[in-house]
Every structure is written in C-alpha cells, then in structure tokens.
C-alpha cells in the first residue's frame, strides 16, 4: 500500500497542490503536495515507495499520504465492473442472446431504460439483426434466432 504515516517532527515544506482521486475518501480530493525537507525524513521516507526528491501526496480531507504516483490515477471513481458489465453483455448479445431480453434484464438490474441502451450500443454497436417472426433483434454476427430459429435479417436489406 502506499500510506506513509510521517512522524510529527518530520519537517516537509508545501511545493503545490491540486485535484486528485484519494484512494481512502474514495473520491475527488484537494491535496498538498509535500516535499520531505532533512535528511532525517528523506531516510525516512526512502523506507517507502517515495519519488527521488522525497515528495510526497497530502489529501486535504483524510490526511493520508500518498507516493506521487496517485496522481496518475484517474480523477474519477474507478469503474472496472462497467468493463465487465460490457464485456459480459457482448459475449452474451453475440451468443445469440436477443437485445430485447439484454435490455430487460439490464433494467431489471436496475439500470435506467436509457442507459441500458447505451450499454448495449457500447458492447455491440448500433447495428442489428432483426428476426422476420418475432421482430426481435440480435447482435450482427448473429445467425439465427433464438426464440423461433429462424435465420435473421440485416437491419439494412
Ligand atoms: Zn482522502
Ligand atoms: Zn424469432
């Protein structure tokens, strides 16, 4: 983990300050950043994965300390289900799964009618097949439909 917990006597002077993605608040946070200033502190500091000049992330709100390299995270909440929700609504829709049933089971997942939509659109795009008997509509690489087995047709012809 990159928490550094300083002791009070360690002397840091102020070297700027920003916006950053605090990984304890879990969310946008102003911070300090901080430079270690004796020697003390810098061999101190060296014990964890500090940057070369002994600088070092202050969240204003918690406190906490962090490596420089927080910075590089994205100012946002990190959202890694929303890749596995898509990755998984693709594998789904392109096994034949119709978009109709994704949208429904999306909504009853809680999400908005819209932004299952969207999903859908991110996951597969915006073309689809359509089924001559049901109208219900499939991924492009899709065949056949699912309810009735019939061989689907391009939303263009
Ligand atoms: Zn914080
Ligand atoms: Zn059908």
């Known amino acids: 983990m990159l928490f550094i917990v300083f002791g009070t ?6 070297v700027g300050g920003g916006e950053f993605y605090c990984p ?15 020697y003390f502190a810098l061999y101190f500091v060296a014990l964890f994965p500090l940057n070369e000049a002994g600088e070092f992330i202050e969240c204003q709100h918690c406190g906490r300390s962090y490596n420089p390299e927080v910075l ?6 990190p959202q890694p289900d929303v ?8 594998t789904r829709l392109e096994n034949g799964y119709p978009v109709e049933y994704m949208v429904r089971d999306l909504t009853d997942d809680g999400l908005d009618l819209d932004v299952a939509r969207n999903t ?3 996951a597969i795009g915006k073309q ?5 008997d049901c109208d219900l509509t499939y991924a ?13 047709r391009s939303a263009q012809e």
Do not use: H, Y
């Open 72 to 77: 590089k995270q994205k100012l946002s909440k």
């Open 9 to 14: 006597k360690t002397k840091t002077e102020d």
């Open 120 to 122: 859908i659109e991110m």
């Open 128 to 132: 689809r097949k359509t089924c001559p």
């Open 24 to 38: 304890s608040c879990q969310t946008r946070r102003k911070f300090t950043r901080k430079r270690a200033k004796n």
């Open 140 to 152: 492009p690489n899709v065949m056949g439909c699912a309810d009735c087995d019939r061989a689907l």
């Open 83 to 90: 890749a596995r929700l898509l990755q998984n609504v693709k």
